[in-house]
Each structure stands twice: as C-alpha cells, then as structure tokens.
C-alpha cells in the first residue's frame, strides 16, 4: 500500500486504519468539499451543515 500524504488543502482529516482527508478545499479558498456524511449524524451534523452554509 501507498503512504498517502496530506497536503495544504486539506481542512480535516480522520482515521479509520489509515488517515484520509475528510474535507478538502481548493488553492483559491472558494471550493470545498468533505468525504463525510453529516446528515447521518444527528444534531451535530446538522451543526456542521449550518456552518457550511455560513461559510458560502
């Protein structure tokens, strides 16, 4: 297996046997994305989806 490595753009990470980016934003700030499903997570992901909307 390939060590993968993290780079600048990555907002969060997370671990689950290997660490992966968990959200990622590009070089100008303006386009962001996760690999999380927060609408599976009850209040606070909720949370982390209002945040997001006050950050666009």
């Known amino acids: 297996m ?3 490595v993290i780079i ?3 907002l969060a990470s997370s671990e689950y046997g290997i ?3 968990a959200a ?3 070089k100008e700030g303006n386009v962001m994305g996760t ?3 927060p ?3 009850g209040d ?3 949370k982390m989806l209002e945040n997001f909307v006050e950050m666009c």
């Open 44 to 46: 606070l992901g909720l």
């Open 35 to 37: 690999q999380f499903h």
């Open 2 to 4: 390939t060590d993968i």
């Open 8 to 10: 600048d753009y990555v």
């Open 39 to 41: 609408e599976k997570s």
């Open 19 to 21: 660490e992966f980016a």
């Open 24 to 26: 990622v934003v590009n």
